[in-house]
């Protein structure tokens, strides 16, 4: 499996309202929780069948977060994707690995490594 795509550590925090996510090849990925959220690619928020497997513009992670986002739970779906479950009881985005990747802020130029 390719390491870009495998993470090896997943975490949040509710504090900062970031989600961390450290991948095979070293590089660790921060979102902003909102960014994550407005970026969920279920048919619900994607805006229905024909936006089907339109990914999320990395972009959106330089919008100021809207409101403040809970993650509950996290879901490994196989080893090609993660489920979430939100706060406010939306479950129904499956975020593949490789989705996540192409989103990451840091590699699109959208924040710097926190360094
Ligand atoms: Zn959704």
New binding site residues.
Partial sequence: MDPRIFASEISVDHQEQTLTIKWGDGHASVYGLDGIRRA?P?V??AGGHDQMGQEADPAIFKQPPAQTRQITSMQEMGNYAMQIFWGDG?D??IYRWEYLRDLCPIENGITDSGS
């Fill in positions: 969920c279920c619900e928020c939306h129904s985005g």
